[in-house]
């Protein structure tokens, strides 16, 4: 399965937990997609298990080569995060990958 295709299946699933979830993304390769797969199931979760999933989902992130790839992906936790309703949490995620952009040249 491909890593586009992997990270759709979240959206038809449901997981009982982030380890759940976590685990199941990490066939994911590159850490863009899973990032996203992990925020997509993350945001079906209990606030406690989502905010767990979320820093799975920036780790992820942070795997990929450079600034770029690494905070374009946070839109998908920051989202996961606010959506169950962790909103301080969402915002500390965005102020990080705010600072981090700052430091993308093109």
């Not at 374009?72 to 600072?99: F, M, N």
Request: aromatic fraction near 6%.
């Amino acid at each position: 399965m491909s890593d586009t295709t992997h990270r759709n299946s979240v959206n038809q699933r449901s997981f009982g937990s982030s380890k759940e979830l976590v685990d199941y993304c990490k066939p994911i390769e590159q850490g863009w997609f899973r990032c996203q797969a992990i925020a997509i199931g993350a945001a079906k979760l209990d606030p406690e298990q989502c905010e767990i999933a979320c820093r799975a989902a920036v780790k992820a992130a942070q795997s990929e080569s450079d600034a770029y790839r690494q905070v374009t992906p946070l839109a998908w936790p920051i989202e996961a995060l606010a959506s169950v309703g962790l909103v301080k949490q969402a915002h500390r995620l965005a102020d990080e990958a705010l600072s981090l952009a700052m430091t993308i040249t093109p």
